[in-house]
Nanobody, 121 residues
Framework: QVQLVESGGGLVQAGGSLRVSCAASGRIFSINTMAWYRQAPGKQRELVATITSGGSTNYADSAKGRFTISRDSTKNTMYLQMNSLKPEDTGVYYC???????????????WGQGTQVTVSS
């Protein structure tokens, strides 16, 4: 069983910054891809950014140039630094992790419970 705990969300004014974190714990041999998704009220969940085990990153167009995804593999923790926040960045931010529990050939995925980010205009 693997659990993800997100933290760092909150209320910020437009133009401000926030950093959200996601810590994975439990039966983990290795972590492959880690990602942040967000879901705005009344909208579908969308991908914000991904980071591979090798550190390669990918961003949604809306996040490019403003958000930075990173990970600390020694702590099984992922971060999303969000700068120049806009009201349209408001939503629940979820972390998503693909992991291997035992060194075998199977990978599993798990979602965090989400953390609310609200950007006021």
């Amino acid at each position: 069983q693997v659990q993800l705990v997100e933290s760092g969300g909150g209320l910020v004014q437009a133009g401000g910054s926030l950093r959200v974190s996601c810590a994975a714990s439990g039966r983990i041999f290795s972590i492959n891809t880690m990602a942040w998704y967000r879901q705005a009220p009344g909208k579908q969940r969308e991908l914000v950014a991904t980071i591979t085990s090798g550190g390669s990153t990918n961003y949604a167009d809306s996040a490019k140039g403003r958000f930075t995804i990173s990970r600390d593999s020694t702590k099984n923790t992922m971060y999303l630094q969000m700068n120049s926040l806009k009201p349209e960045d408001t939503g629940v931010y979820y972390c998503y992790v693909v992991y291997n529990p035992d060194g075998g050939g199977l990978f599993y995925d798990v979602w965090g419970q989400g953390t609310q980010v609200t950007v006021s205009s």
